[in-house]
């Protein structure tokens, strides 16, 4: 596998990053039908943990077969597959070596309370992503809650663990919980803001949800309309969250959401694709919908972000 100019550029912006760690992020990056392209399409299921079963997987129950995630992302050309270990352990012995993986570390789930606070159960560890021959470790943070400290010291010693041993880090990173209101949760202030925390955190991919035009913050709103911060269009939104992440030296990805008209994915991703972003980690958008229209839908986004849609 040779890589191209486009990755090597993305790759030595890593600096102080191992050998290990630079070829699995290679390896991700070379992958699929957008290999080569500095593009991303990874295909996440965790949400049989997060929502459970039928929420999950009901709307096409062939999902909930592991080996079904496992084979439509290799088949539709994808540059990896991120999943809790037990996902993941299921196919890891058919699909060695066809897909890069993302072994997800820890979850949260449905079952409880309201008061229990923000937070998420690590659930694997860096010696299971060796076993399996996972590419990366994925890891949620939440900003803004009152577990987010916590969090941040264990993704902290996870992180430097993983790069250790040459594997590369995700921070899932949604702001959430107390300290956020509900628009908070998208608004383009704190977007921006979890993007820095996860690039500050050591994150060699950085996922983040796609914002609004809202500003929660008061002393950032001063700042956004005294620097008449661009924040009117998506893209504009998505280019401001990629100078968030250390001027675009670190690669940003942005989460699908719910399951949601086609028109609405594909307007995200030429937002994205515009703005800069790396690209889409998207999971319910396609995995709840047949298997033909879910290859469909992503070739259309591959074609996107390759500028031919």
């Known amino acids: 596998m040779k890589a191209t100019r486009t990755v090597k550029q993305i790759l030595a912006n890593y600096e102080g990053d191992t050998p290990g760690v630079k070829a699995n992020l290679c390896r991700m990056l070379m992958t699929g039908k957008l290999g080569g392209t500095g593009k991303m399409i990874i295909l996440p299921v965790d949400q049989g943990f997060e929502h459970g079963p039928a929420r999950s997987f009901a709307p096409n129950p ?8 496992y084979q439509m992302a290799i088949d539709a050309g994808l540059n990896a597959y991120a999943a809790p270990l037990g996902m993941l352990e299921a196919g890891a012995d058919t699909f060695a070596g066809q897909i ?10 449905s079952l409880m309370s309201g008061t229990s606070g923000k937070d998420q159960a690590i659930t694997a560890r860096v010696s299971d992503a060796l076993r399996i021959g996972a590419s990366a470790i994925g890891f949620t943070i939440y900003p803004g809650s009152d577990c987010a400290l916590d969090m941040f010291e264990e993704i902290s010693e996870m992180r430097e663990e993983a790069a ?11 702001p959430r919980g107390e300290g956020v209101t509900k628009d908070g949760e998208t608004a383009i202030d704190v977007a921006a803001y979890a993007g820095q925390i996860a690039a500050l955190l050591g994150a060699h991919i950085i996922k983040i949800k796609l914002s609004t035009d809202h500003l929660m913050l008061p002393e950032a709103k001063k700042v956004y309309e005294e620097q008449k911060i661009d924040v009117a269009t998506q893209a504009a939104r998505v280019k401001h969250c990629v100078e968030s992440a250390f001027g675009g030296r670190r690669i940003m990805v942005f989460s699908g959401g719910a399951k949601k008209g086609e028109d609405s994915v594909y307007d995200d991703a030429r937002a994205i694709r515009d703005g800069g972003g790396n690209g889409s980690i998207i999971g ?3 995995f709840q919908r047949p298997r033909e229209d879910a290859l469909a839908m ?12």
Do not use: E, F, Q
């Open 284 to 286: 319910r958008n396609t």
């Open 298 to 309: 992503l070739g259309k986004l591959v074609d996107i972000y390759k500028g031919k849609a």
């Open 62 to 69: 062939a999902g909930y077969d592991p080996h079904y995630h």
């Open 164 to 174: 250790s041993v040459g594997i590369a880090t995700v921070i899932w990173s949604y």
């Open 100 to 109: 890069p993986t993302i072994l997800k570390c820890n979850s949260a789930n």
